[in-house]
């Protein structure tokens, strides 16, 4: 996204807030946030790659250790 | 506001669901030469997916409609239609699709790994009602 845009919709959010829409600008920073997540999910993706390269593929174990953690950070 | 927030999470799963273009995820789909190999970077996938919702789950900046939605959507993928009924914690899962996925890789590898007909046998005997399983999962079943 290009900086201006971000910073338009920051600058809408702040207005948001100010005007009591709390619910609409937590949702807009909601999507901003996912634009930066979806970059991260591939940062993560990228240093798997370089492990699977450097040691071999990942084991079954490796993978489940790893889900079982996230599970228990997301809850629910 | 009820369209509003469909559209929020819309936006959100789309931005996530995008990062199959990203040369990280095409690059570990590019080391899978086997199907076991395809399914763990698939694997691996949901796990980096998983923890991003765990980042946003853990910023006490995230709305609660969100917060809800995501941690329900991550649930469904984790546990079984039994598991996600009864007042069980997601860390607790451990039936849902990403399981039987694990449960069909280790499947795939036993046929391969197999040395002998015997051990080949027994590796297709439990490796094709969980193909059917999944067969059926991805049919909606």
């Known amino acids: 996204m290009k900086p ?29 946030a996912a634009q930066d997540a979806g970059r991260d999910v591939d940062d993560l993706m990228e240093a798997a790659a370089v492990k699977w390269e450097a040691q071999g593929e990942p084991t079954l174990e490796e993978i489940v250790a790893a889900r079982k953690a996230i599970q228990a950070r997301v809850g629910g | 506001m ?15 669901c995008s990062c199959t273009l990203f040369a990280g995820t095409q690059r570990v789909f590019s080391l899978a030469e086997t199907p076991a190999q395809t399914a763990k970077a698939s694997l691996l996938l949901h796990n980096a997916i998983g923890n991003q919702i765990a980042v946003f ?16 959507l991550y649930r469904r993928t984790v546990c079984s239609e039994a598991e996600v009924n ?24 036993a046929v391969q790994n197999a040395q002998t007909e015997a051990e080949l046998t027994d590796a297709m005997d439990d490796l094709v009602p969980l193909l059917v399983d999944l067969a059926s999962l991805l049919n909606g079943g």
Do not use: H
């Open chain 1, 4 to 32: 201006w845009i971000r910073i338009s919709l920051g600058v809408l959010t702040g207005y948001w807030i100010r005007d009591g829409k709390t619910e609409q600008a937590a949702l807009l920073t909601d999507a901003l």
């Open chain 2, 2 to 16: 009820r369209s509003l927030k469909l559209a929020g999470l819309s936006f959100l799963m789309a931005l996530l």
């Open chain 2, 57 to 72: 789950v853990e910023n006490p900046a995230t709305s609660d409609a969100s917060k809800e939605s995501l941690q329900r």
């Open chain 2, 86 to 109: 009864v007042p069980m914690r997601t860390e607790e899962c451990g039936e849902g699709p990403a399981y039987r996925a694990d449960a069909a890789i280790a499947g795939f590898e």
